[in-house]
């Protein structure tokens, strides 16, 4: 179900290699025995495990010396006829939900191309729906989870998904304009889930997994509103480029690759400042205390590590006037 490869630079499993037919490749870096956060990708459909990216990955283990570069690979279009694969996407979902929820990870970024931001985001709703819980310690898999990003995913279905596609494929019923499944995963993001947390200090009675969109604005099989619908206007980005030239970045400085690159940050860096993490969904119990600073025209809001690094930068003898209370209140 994984394998994992120990390197130090990022190099593609062969394809005659035993390993290339687990569901699961990890690229760990050989001078870090230990890491507590990993990348997966996702491919989209008729998509491949490593050509889908191209240089996505290998840039992304350049950036992230300490976090681990994983790819997901699944059968689907093309590839699913060619096998004989008939496993649904909801299958493949669980399957992935089930994988992270093995690994020894404290935070997942999950970063899905076209499809596979659907099947990431139905992995989070199988962790939701089937209570999936971490080892023995009782915490939600999907608490995991740092961070969605959705790279040209038709979150609303494609119109480019026609019949006979549409009705006879399984995976043409996922695609097709307002599917059951693209419903049912939006109603749980919308229902019970945060996803835009970071702006707004998130609401401890849901679980929270801030979710981000890479919208391709010369995109031919899926439109912009689908690609973005439901995600905030503040966490979207419009990029120059195609549906399958988005997750092919040339260089580091390419305009979809760096945004994704500073989001995976911001997921990781989240965790530790988030109300619900670690809640399973209950309010109050675990809610992280914060400081107000009183100004003579507002009131700032810091969490205690945040209030420590400034008064280690204040001059000496500045007063404060404080006043605190819980993250829930």
């Known amino acids: ?13 062969a394809s005659s290699s035993a390993g290339s037919a687990e569901a699961l490749v990890i690229h760990r870096h050989a001078n870090v025995p230990e890491t507590t956060q990993n990348i997966i990708l996702v491919h989209g459909l008729n998509g491949q495990r490593y050509p889908t990216w191209d240089k996505f990955p290998g840039l992304l283990f350049d950036d992230y010396p300490s976090v681990d570069v994983s790819l997901y690979d699944y059968a689907s279009g093309l590839r699913r006829w060619r096998r004989g694969a008939s496993i649904r996407l909801e299958d493949h979902a669980l399957h992935l939900a089930e994988t992270i929820g093995e690994e020894d ?74 599917s059951q499944l693209a419903r049912s995963i939006n109603e749980c993001f919308t229902n019970q889930l945060v996803i835009n947390c970071i702006q707004d200090g998130g609401i401890s009675a849901r679980y929270c997994v801030p979710t981000y969109a890479v919208v391709a604005m010369r995109d031919r099989w899926v439109d912009r509103y689908s690609s973005s619908v439901s995600i905030p206007a503040n966490q979207q980005r419009h990029v120059r480029g195609s549906h399958t030239s988005i997750v092919k970045p040339s260089s580091r400085d390419d305009d979809a690759y760096r945004w994704v690159r500073l989001r995976i940050k911001d997921c990781f ?11 399973g969904g209950s309010s109050g119990e675990g809610s992280h205390p914060r400081v107000d600073i009183s100004t003579r025209d507002s009131v700032i809001e810091l969490t205690l590590e945040e209030f420590d690094r400034l008064r280690k930068d204040l001059p000496e003898g500045y007063r404060f006037r404080l006043r605190g209370r819980d993250w829930g209140s």
């Open 1 to 13: 179900m994984v394998h994992r490869l120990s390197q130090e630079a990022f190099e593609p499993i």
């Open 269 to 279: 860096e989240h965790k530790p400042h988030c109300g619900s993490r670690g809640l």
């Open 105 to 178: 990870y404290a935070q997942t970024v999950l970063i899905g191309h076209s499809m596979g931001g659907l099947l990431c985001m139905a992995a989070v709703r199988s962790m939701i729906d089937s209570g999936l819980n971490v080892h023995s310690d009782g915490t939600p898999t999907v608490n995991r989870v740092a961070g969605v990003i959705l790279m040209a995913s038709p979150l609303a279905g494609s119109l480019r998904a026609v019949w006979p596609f549409n009705w006879l494929t399984a995976d043409g019923r996922v695609l097709r304009a307002h």
